[in-house]
C-alpha cells in the first residue's frame, strides 16, 4: 500500500498527543498509538483489540477530533510554538555574536527573551 | 471578613485558570471568575446566579479539582513555568552582559537556549 506521509501532519499529531494525550483514555491511547506512530494497519489493531477495522478508524478520528478540540480551545501547543520559535531566535543570535563579537546580538537576545515573558 | 491573601495561591489559581479555564463550561467560569478573581462573596455570587451559597462554594470547589486535575494529567502550568524560568535568566545573562561585557554570559545564554529546546 502506498502511503504519502505528510512530515507536517505527523509533527502537528506528535504535538497534539505529546500535549493532550493524557486526557484520552488508556484504550484510546493504545490504539491511537498503534495506528499513527507504530503505523501498524487498522486490520491488524482490530485484530489486537477484538474490534471491528471501522471500530479502529472511528476511535482513531474521535481521537483526532478530541486532541484537535483541545487545542483549539486551550491553543497551548501554538502558545508553546511560539516560546520555541523565538528561542531559537536566541540561539541563533548567541551563535552569530560568537562568530562576529557583534553586540547588538545581545540587545536582540534582550529583546526576544522580553517578548516571551509576555506570551 | 478578614482574608489571608497568599499570593503564590493566587498565581497558582491563575495559572490554571488561564491554562485550563476553557475547558470548564460557561457557567463554572462565571461562578469562578467572579468568587476567585474578583473577590465577590459567595452571597452576592450566590444571589446573582439564583443559586445556594453552598452551591457558589460546590461550584468553586469542583472548578478547582478539575483545573487541578488537567494539571496532574497534562503538566503544562509546570513545563511552561520552567521554560520562564530559564528564559528570565537568559535575560539575566544579557543584562550581566551589556554590564560587564563578560562573553562567557553568551556562551551561557546559548546553553541555557539549547536545554529549553529539550524541555
Do not use: W
Not at 489493531?45 to 472511528?58: K, L, T, Y
Not at 478520528?61 to 501554538?78: I, P
Not at 528561542?87 to 548567541?94: P, T
Amino acid at each position: 500500500m502506498c502511503r504519502v506521509i505528510d512530515m507536517n501532519d505527523i509533527l502537528e499529531r506528535s504535538l497534539l498527543y505529546d500535549f493532550y494525550g493524557e486526557l484520552l483514555t488508556d484504550r484510546q491511547k493504545k490504539v491511537y498509538q498503534a495506528v499513527v506512530f507504530d503505523d501498524l494497519s487498522p486490520s491488524e489493531v482490530a485484530e489486537e483489540e477484538g474490534i471491528s477495522r471501522q471500530g479502529v478508524h472511528d476511535m482513531v478520528r474521535r481521537c483526532e477530533k478530541l486532541l484537535q478540540g483541545y487545542e483549539d480551545k486551550l491553543g497551548l501547543v501554538a502558545r508553546f510554538s511560539q516560546t520555541k520559535d523565538l528561542v531559537a531566535q536566541i540561539r541563533q543570535q548567541a551563535e552569530l555574536f560568537r562568530k562576529t563579537g557583534d553586540v547588538s546580538c545581545v540587545s536582540r537576545i534582550e529583546h526576544i527573551s522580553m517578548e516571551i515573558g509576555e506570551l
